[in-house]
């Protein structure tokens, strides 16, 4: 596809995010829970210090101790979620339509606009994944690994787009499809407190995997195996990736 053709996929993309309610409106979730964090963790863990909850006496949990947790699973997750169920509901609106069997015989090429479909939820994830960990402000991951880490967490915006897209038939069983991907992000939430080998059980989750480089990488861990981690969640998302968009040409 020449830059013409993308330019009016992006236009008509634009106006149709923001011409439907519920895309609009997922579009701004991200944003304001980033937000919501920056402002809400701090008041959370003086509220509960305050009544002895968390507070870290006896050397236990203090809630502040948490603040990597939230921001990886926001700044990593959700920051790639986000974009690849916008673009999934606009897959699954072409899918209902007709327009994604039309393009086969439109002279814009079918591989091309696929690649485009993935392409552009990818690069939007990864705008979100630099920029929300910094807009929480709260245990950011060294400078040195953020773009690394971004990179490989944005990938799984596309993959999010070509699953609810390739395996619902509608946008209503698009929306009945995210409740798997919350409860998916919930081995995140969990991994964070597992110690030992069962802390990587969770890595069948790639997302995870980003998550918990984001973790070592701002313990400082042995950077072979920060970039170890990051290798194996890039690996399994782009083998997910092109066995999905196999699935979609077919």
Not at 133 to 144: D, E, R, S, T, V
Request: proline letters at 7%; hydrophobic letters at 55%.
């Amino acid at each position: 596809m020449n830059a013409h053709t993308v330019g009016r996929l992006l236009r008509n993309d634009v106006r149709l995010v923001f011409r439907d309610p519920l895309l609009g409106l997922l579009s701004l979730i991200t944003l304001a829970l980033a937000l919501g964090c920056r402002f809400a963790l701090p008041a959370l863990d003086a509220g509960l210090a305050a009544n002895g909850l968390m507070d870290g006496s006896d050397g236990g949990l203090r809630f502040r101790d948490t603040y990597p947790l939230w921001v990886a699973f926001i700044g990593t997750w959700q920051a790639a979620l986000m974009p690849g169920v916008i673009f999934a509901f606009l897959l699954l609106d072409e899918k209902e339509d007709g327009t994604l069997m039309a393009m086969r015989v439109t002279p814009v090429p079918f591989r091309g606009y696929l690649l485009y479909r993935v392409a552009l939820p990818y690069l939007l994830g990864l705008a979100l994944e630099l920029a929300l960990p910094p807009l929480i402000g709260f245990a950011p991951a060294p400078p040195a690994w953020r773009l690394s880490i971004a990179l490989v967490g944005a990938l799984a915006a596309p993959a999010a787009t070509l699953v609810f897209a390739g395996f619902a038939h509608d946008k209503v069983q698009g929306l009945a499809l995210t409740k798997f991907a919350g409860i998916a992000g919930l081995t995140i939430l969990a991994g964070y407190f597992l110690e030992g080998p069962w802390q990587w059980v969770p890595g069948v989750f790639p997302p995870y995997l980003v998550a918990k480089a984001h973790w070592l990488a701002r313990d400082g861990a042995d950077p072979l195996l920060v970039g170890g981690v990051l290798a194996g969640a890039a690996l399994l998302q782009i083998a997910l990736i092109a066995l999905l968009l196999r699935r979609f040409r077919t």
